[in-house]
Protein backbone atom coordinates (compact mmCIF):
# COMPACT_ATOMS: atom_id res chain seq x y z
CA UNK A 1 0.00 0.00 0.00
CA UNK A 2 3.06 2.62 1.00
CA UNK A 3 4.01 1.71 -2.57
CA UNK A 4 0.83 2.44 -4.05
CA UNK A 5 0.52 5.16 -2.01
CA UNK A 6 4.30 6.53 -3.43
CA UNK A 7 3.69 5.49 -7.22
CA UNK A 8 -0.21 7.73 -6.74
CA UNK A 9 2.01 10.94 -5.71
CA UNK A 10 4.67 10.37 -8.33
CA UNK A 11 2.37 10.43 -10.84
CA UNK A 12 0.71 13.66 -9.57
CA UNK A 13 4.20 15.54 -9.31
CA UNK A 14 4.61 13.92 -12.99
CA UNK A 15 1.39 15.40 -14.08
CA UNK A 16 1.90 18.57 -12.40
CA UNK A 17 5.39 19.38 -13.68
CA UNK A 18 4.02 18.76 -17.14
CA UNK A 19 1.39 21.18 -16.86
CA UNK A 20 4.39 23.57 -15.93
CA UNK A 21 6.14 22.73 -19.12
CA UNK A 22 8.75 20.81 -17.46
CA UNK A 23 10.76 18.82 -19.67
CA UNK A 24 10.37 15.24 -17.97
CA UNK A 25 13.33 13.86 -18.58
CA UNK A 26 14.46 16.02 -15.23
CA UNK A 27 11.58 14.68 -13.20
CA UNK A 28 13.57 12.01 -11.18
CA UNK A 29 15.56 14.76 -10.45
CA UNK A 30 13.39 17.40 -9.40
CA UNK A 31 13.65 18.60 -5.38
CA UNK A 32 9.53 17.38 -5.46
CA UNK A 33 10.20 13.90 -6.33
CA UNK A 34 13.79 13.88 -4.13
CA UNK A 35 11.58 14.55 -0.88
CA UNK A 36 9.02 12.04 -1.70
CA UNK A 37 10.81 9.46 -2.32
CA UNK A 38 13.48 10.51 0.77
CA UNK A 39 9.86 9.87 2.62
CA UNK A 40 8.76 7.00 0.86
CA UNK A 41 12.07 5.23 1.89
CA UNK A 42 12.17 6.18 5.12
CA UNK A 43 8.51 4.67 5.83
CA UNK A 44 9.61 1.87 4.05
CA UNK A 45 12.40 1.02 6.44
CA UNK A 46 10.34 1.95 9.38
CA UNK A 47 7.71 -0.83 7.78
CA UNK A 48 10.39 -3.44 7.55
CA UNK A 49 11.79 -2.69 10.89
CA UNK A 50 8.54 -3.13 12.36
CA UNK A 51 7.36 -6.61 10.71
CA UNK A 52 11.22 -7.28 11.66
CA UNK A 53 10.79 -6.59 15.38
CA UNK A 54 7.02 -8.32 15.45
CA UNK A 55 8.73 -11.30 13.41
CA UNK A 56 11.35 -11.57 16.56
CA UNK A 57 8.36 -11.01 19.01
CA UNK A 58 6.42 -14.05 17.27
CA UNK A 59 9.56 -16.52 16.99
CA UNK A 60 11.13 -15.50 20.63
CA UNK A 61 7.33 -16.01 21.99
CA UNK A 62 7.21 -19.32 20.41
CA UNK A 63 10.08 -20.41 21.50
CA UNK A 64 9.23 -19.00 25.42
CA UNK A 65 6.21 -21.19 24.95
CA UNK A 66 7.81 -24.54 23.59
CA UNK A 67 10.67 -24.09 25.76
CA UNK A 68 7.99 -23.82 29.13
CA UNK A 69 5.74 -26.80 27.90
CA UNK A 70 9.23 -28.83 28.11
CA UNK A 71 9.97 -27.70 31.41
CA UNK A 72 6.31 -28.47 32.23
CA UNK A 73 6.37 -31.94 30.74
CA UNK A 74 9.84 -32.89 32.17
CA UNK A 75 8.87 -31.89 35.85
CA UNK A 76 5.43 -34.14 35.60
CA UNK A 77 7.62 -36.50 34.29
CA UNK A 78 10.11 -36.67 36.63
CA UNK A 79 7.17 -36.05 39.41
CA UNK A 80 5.54 -39.41 38.45
CA UNK A 81 8.54 -41.30 38.14
CA UNK A 82 9.31 -40.37 42.23
CA UNK A 83 5.96 -41.29 42.77
CA UNK A 84 6.83 -44.63 41.28
CA UNK A 85 9.34 -45.34 42.75
CA UNK A 86 9.28 -44.01 46.18
CA UNK A 87 6.20 -45.84 46.33
CA UNK A 88 8.20 -49.00 45.09
CA UNK A 89 11.23 -47.83 47.59
CA UNK A 90 8.76 -47.33 50.64
CA UNK A 91 6.72 -50.71 50.14
CA UNK A 92 9.55 -53.48 49.77
CA UNK A 93 11.67 -52.67 52.72
CA UNK A 94 8.14 -52.41 54.83
CA UNK A 95 6.95 -55.94 53.17
CA UNK A 96 10.11 -57.79 53.87
CA UNK A 97 9.85 -56.77 57.74
CA UNK A 98 6.51 -57.46 57.79
CA UNK A 99 7.19 -61.06 56.21
CA UNK A 100 9.75 -61.57 58.76
CA UNK A 101 7.69 -60.50 61.76
CA UNK A 102 5.09 -62.59 60.73
CA UNK A 103 7.34 -65.66 60.29
CA UNK A 104 8.91 -64.82 63.98
CA UNK A 105 5.19 -65.32 64.84
CA UNK A 106 3.87 -68.52 63.07
CA UNK A 107 6.93 -70.49 63.06
CA UNK A 108 9.33 -71.91 65.30
CA UNK A 109 12.53 -71.34 63.61
CA UNK A 110 16.37 -72.57 64.66
CA UNK A 111 18.28 -70.39 65.73
CA UNK A 112 20.33 -70.18 63.20
CA UNK A 113 17.29 -69.14 60.65
CA UNK A 114 16.27 -66.62 63.50
CA UNK A 115 19.64 -64.76 63.15
CA UNK A 116 19.70 -64.94 59.03
CA UNK A 117 15.90 -64.06 59.17
CA UNK A 118 16.94 -60.83 61.38
CA UNK A 119 19.76 -59.90 59.97
CA UNK A 120 17.54 -59.32 56.63
CA UNK A 121 15.28 -57.49 58.47
CA UNK A 122 18.35 -55.24 59.63
CA UNK A 123 19.11 -54.46 56.22
CA UNK A 124 15.86 -53.87 55.39
CA UNK A 125 15.52 -51.22 58.37
CA UNK A 126 18.66 -49.52 57.44
CA UNK A 127 17.84 -49.39 53.89
CA UNK A 128 14.52 -47.51 54.83
CA UNK A 129 16.61 -45.76 57.26
CA UNK A 130 18.73 -44.12 54.49
CA UNK A 131 15.64 -43.80 52.02
CA UNK A 132 13.56 -41.59 54.92
CA UNK A 133 17.27 -39.50 55.67
CA UNK A 134 17.41 -38.46 52.21
CA UNK A 135 14.24 -37.48 52.36
CA UNK A 136 14.59 -34.87 55.15
CA UNK A 137 17.94 -34.08 53.59
CA UNK A 138 16.63 -33.25 50.91
CA UNK A 139 13.38 -30.95 52.26
CA UNK A 140 16.40 -29.54 54.42
CA UNK A 141 18.00 -28.42 51.30
CA UNK A 142 15.35 -26.17 50.23
CA UNK A 143 14.63 -24.38 53.26
CA UNK A 144 19.01 -23.87 53.36
CA UNK A 145 21.63 -26.27 53.92
CA UNK A 146 23.92 -24.85 56.90
CA UNK A 147 27.35 -26.93 57.11
CA UNK A 148 29.00 -27.03 60.43
CA UNK A 149 32.56 -28.07 59.65
CA UNK A 150 35.11 -29.83 61.42
CA UNK A 151 38.70 -31.93 61.06
CA UNK A 152 37.70 -35.38 59.53
CA UNK A 153 39.82 -38.31 59.59
CA UNK A 154 38.87 -39.71 56.21
CA UNK A 155 40.61 -43.40 56.26
CA UNK A 156 38.22 -44.37 58.77
CA UNK A 157 35.51 -43.35 57.36
CA UNK A 158 35.44 -44.58 54.28
CA UNK A 159 36.91 -47.45 55.51
CA UNK A 160 33.44 -47.50 57.34
CA UNK A 161 31.62 -46.78 53.99
CA UNK A 162 33.37 -49.28 52.13
CA UNK A 163 32.21 -52.02 54.94
CA UNK A 164 28.49 -50.88 55.13
CA UNK A 165 28.36 -50.84 51.34
CA UNK A 166 29.93 -53.83 51.00
CA UNK A 167 27.31 -55.32 52.55
CA UNK A 168 24.64 -54.97 50.05
CA UNK A 169 23.41 -57.48 47.78
CA UNK A 170 26.26 -58.06 44.61
CA UNK A 171 29.22 -58.04 46.99
CA UNK A 172 31.02 -55.12 45.27
CA UNK A 173 34.70 -54.62 44.79
CA UNK A 174 35.86 -51.33 46.53
CA UNK A 175 39.25 -50.28 46.55
CA UNK A 176 40.75 -47.76 47.70
CA UNK A 177 44.26 -45.80 48.24
CA UNK A 178 43.09 -43.05 51.23
CA UNK A 179 46.58 -42.45 53.20
CA UNK A 180 45.74 -43.18 56.79
CA UNK A 181 47.09 -39.35 57.82
CA UNK A 182 44.30 -38.05 55.41
CA UNK A 183 42.10 -35.32 56.81
CA UNK A 184 39.46 -32.83 55.60
CA UNK A 185 38.01 -30.22 56.51
CA UNK A 186 34.47 -30.75 56.21
CA UNK A 187 30.51 -31.28 57.79
CA UNK A 188 30.98 -34.50 59.09
CA UNK A 189 27.27 -35.71 58.43
CA UNK A 190 27.13 -34.30 55.15
CA UNK A 191 30.43 -35.35 53.65
CA UNK A 192 29.13 -39.15 55.22
CA UNK A 193 26.19 -38.57 53.15
CA UNK A 194 28.20 -36.98 49.78
CA UNK A 195 30.37 -40.23 49.33
CA UNK A 196 28.10 -42.72 50.75
CA UNK A 197 25.36 -41.68 47.53
CA UNK A 198 28.39 -41.89 45.12
CA UNK A 199 29.50 -45.25 46.45
CA UNK A 200 26.27 -46.81 45.97
CA UNK A 201 25.47 -44.79 42.95
CA UNK A 202 28.80 -47.05 41.88
CA UNK A 203 27.00 -50.24 42.57
CA UNK A 204 23.08 -49.55 41.76
CA UNK A 205 24.46 -49.06 38.09
CA UNK A 206 27.16 -51.63 37.64
CA UNK A 207 25.98 -54.66 35.28
CA UNK A 208 27.19 -57.71 37.02
CA UNK A 209 29.94 -57.53 40.20
CA UNK A 210 30.54 -53.60 41.02
CA UNK A 211 34.45 -52.08 40.83
CA UNK A 212 34.93 -48.88 42.51
CA UNK A 213 37.79 -47.35 43.03
CA UNK A 214 38.93 -44.37 45.23
CA UNK A 215 41.52 -42.03 45.62
CA UNK A 216 42.05 -39.18 47.27
CA UNK A 217 44.68 -35.87 46.73
CA UNK A 218 45.02 -32.68 48.44
CA UNK A 219 47.16 -29.57 47.50
CA UNK A 220 47.49 -26.33 49.13
CA UNK A 221 44.08 -25.12 48.22
CA UNK A 222 41.55 -27.98 47.77
CA UNK A 223 40.81 -31.55 48.52
CA UNK A 224 40.15 -33.62 45.74
CA UNK A 225 38.31 -37.35 45.99
CA UNK A 226 37.80 -39.44 42.55
CA UNK A 227 35.27 -42.27 42.86
CA UNK A 228 35.57 -44.39 39.70
CA UNK A 229 33.22 -47.57 38.82
CA UNK A 230 32.63 -49.92 35.32
CA UNK A 231 29.22 -49.20 35.58
CA UNK A 232 26.94 -48.47 32.14
CA UNK A 233 28.04 -44.94 32.50
CA UNK A 234 26.11 -41.59 31.70
CA UNK A 235 25.57 -40.06 28.28
CA UNK A 236 26.85 -36.61 27.65
CA UNK A 237 23.54 -35.16 26.99
CA UNK A 238 22.46 -36.69 30.34
CA UNK A 239 25.41 -35.60 32.79
CA UNK A 240 24.43 -32.00 33.90
CA UNK A 241 20.72 -33.67 34.22
CA UNK A 242 21.90 -36.35 36.74
CA UNK A 243 22.22 -33.81 39.26
CA UNK A 244 18.47 -32.79 39.48
CA UNK A 245 15.96 -33.33 42.01
CA UNK A 246 14.06 -36.14 41.23
CA UNK A 247 15.94 -36.88 38.03
CA UNK A 248 16.30 -40.56 36.73
CA UNK A 249 17.64 -41.71 33.32
CA UNK A 250 14.76 -43.66 31.46
CA UNK A 251 11.50 -44.35 32.44
CA UNK A 252 10.34 -45.83 35.65
CA UNK A 253 7.76 -48.54 34.19
CA UNK A 254 10.80 -50.09 32.60
CA UNK A 255 13.79 -49.20 34.66
CA UNK A 256 15.64 -52.27 36.44
CA UNK A 257 17.85 -50.35 39.55
CA UNK A 258 15.92 -48.61 42.40
CA UNK A 259 16.25 -44.87 43.70
CA UNK A 260 14.45 -42.09 43.79
CA UNK A 261 16.42 -39.56 41.89
CA UNK A 262 17.64 -37.54 45.12
CA UNK A 263 21.21 -39.25 45.80
CA UNK A 264 23.29 -37.21 43.18
CA UNK A 265 21.34 -34.22 43.59
CA UNK A 266 22.14 -33.79 47.37
CA UNK A 267 25.71 -34.60 46.37
CA UNK A 268 25.82 -31.48 44.43
CA UNK A 269 23.80 -29.77 47.10
CA UNK A 270 26.26 -30.76 49.70
CA UNK A 271 29.42 -30.02 47.59
CA UNK A 272 28.08 -26.31 47.07
CA UNK A 273 27.37 -26.06 50.67
CA UNK A 274 31.27 -26.46 50.99
CA UNK A 275 32.15 -24.40 48.50
CA UNK A 276 33.30 -26.73 46.29
CA UNK A 277 32.16 -28.90 43.34
CA UNK A 278 31.14 -32.13 41.91
CA UNK A 279 31.84 -33.33 38.06
CA UNK A 280 31.20 -36.29 35.92
CA UNK A 281 33.21 -38.02 33.78
CA UNK A 282 33.61 -41.23 31.32
CA UNK A 283 35.67 -44.17 32.83
CA UNK A 284 37.59 -46.61 30.03
CA UNK A 285 36.32 -48.48 28.88
CA UNK A 286 33.28 -47.92 30.83
CA UNK A 287 31.42 -46.53 33.75
CA UNK A 288 31.43 -43.10 35.61
CA UNK A 289 34.26 -41.22 37.30
CA UNK A 290 32.94 -38.81 39.75
CA UNK A 291 35.61 -35.78 40.73
CA UNK A 292 34.90 -33.89 43.98
CA UNK A 293 36.82 -30.97 44.72
CA UNK A 294 36.27 -29.38 47.96
CA UNK A 295 37.91 -26.22 48.98
CA UNK A 296 40.37 -26.04 51.80
CA UNK A 297 38.74 -24.52 54.25
CA UNK A 298 39.82 -22.36 57.82
CA UNK A 299 39.23 -24.26 61.37
Known amino acids: KNKDAFNAKAELIKIGLAAERINPDLFESHPRYISL ?10 ILGEAGVL ?34 ELKS ?40 GNLLLAARMESGFEIHPEKIELFPLVNYLVKKVK ?12 KE ?28 KANITISHSSNEKSDTIVISDEGIGIPKSEREKVFQKFYRMGDEDTRKTKGTGLGLYIVKRIAEAHGGRISVSDNSPSGSIFTLVLPKQNE
Open 167 to 178: TGKGKPEIKHDI
Open 37 to 46: KEEYDKQEIM
Open 93 to 132: PLASIKLILQTFLKRDLEREKVMKFSDNGIKETERLEDLV
Open 55 to 88: AISLILGIWFINSGYRRQTEAARQSRNFLLSITH
Open 181 to 208: DSEVFADKAGITSLLLNLMENGVKYSQG
